[in-house]
């Protein structure tokens, strides 16, 4: 049987950014042992004007969450400071209206829990 179905998911927060959506799931395990999981989902356009989701999923573990949020920091702030104009800076900088559906929640999420064999369609 496979032990990720039996995680309880604790948080749950949706980025959509074009054709990509971004899932930040936070689960327990059953010994209550905290985990995020980031899923990538991209939208694909089939050949027979079917559509598909590509996805990638990462497993981040709680001992690992101060380092992944200080490699990530850095990595945004060397794009910042070193890659970007001040008119790109600016532009990322400028306030975001964001739908409700991509506001965090606490607790249990009115939706249902991210299935990756769904679409996010039906998400």
Known sequence: MDDRHDQEEIYSQRIKAGKRTYFFDVKATRGQDYYLTITESKRRQNGDDSVS???????????????FVDALQDAVDYVREELLT???????????????????????AERPAYDANRSEDNY
């Open 53 to 67: 989701y590509e996805k990638h999923k990462i497993f981040l573990y709680k001992e690992d969450f101060l380092k």
């Open 86 to 108: 001040p008119e790109e800076v600016a532009e990322l900088d400028r306030p975001r209206d964001y739908d409700d559906r991509d506001r965090p929640r606490d607790g249990q």
